[in-house]
């Protein structure tokens, strides 16, 4: 089994930033992509930002300029650096990954981390 979990979520106040982290734990033989998604109250599940393993990186229009995410491959970890955050940051982030264990590849999520940026 692979797991994700993150961690580095919190209040914060407009213009504030905020460190998400994302741990990828189980029996992994690599990691391809590695990315965050977020949902916002009442709204749908959205793409934020990417990573390949190569480090190639690409982010929804929404974040693009004020987030930046960045891989640990030692450490099986993603990161995901929130700056100049607006209200409508708010929401929860969650983790995703492709992962390979064996022979099987593997669509991981982890269970969310909830950020709120009051204004």
């Known amino acids: 089994q692979v797991q994700l979990v993150e961690s580095g979520g919190g209040q914060v106040q407009a213009g504030g930033s905020l460190r998400l982290s994302c741990a990828a734990s189980g029996s992994i033989s690599s990691i391809n992509y590695m990315g965050w998604y977020r949902q916002a109250p009442g709204k749908e599940r959205e793409w934020a930002a990417l990573i390949t393993s190569r480090g190639s990186t690409n982010y929804a229009d929404s974040v693009k300029g004020r987030f930046t995410i960045s891989r640990d491959n030692a450490k099986n970890t993603v990161y995901l650096q929130m700056n100049s955050l607006k209200p409508e940051d708010t929401a929860v982030y969650y983790c995703?990954?492709?992962?390979?264990?064996?022979?099987?590849?593997?669509?991981?999520w982890g269970q969310g981390t909830l950020v709120t940026v009051s204004s």
């Open positions: 995703n990954a492709e992962a390979v264990a064996g022979y099987r590849y593997l669509e991981v």
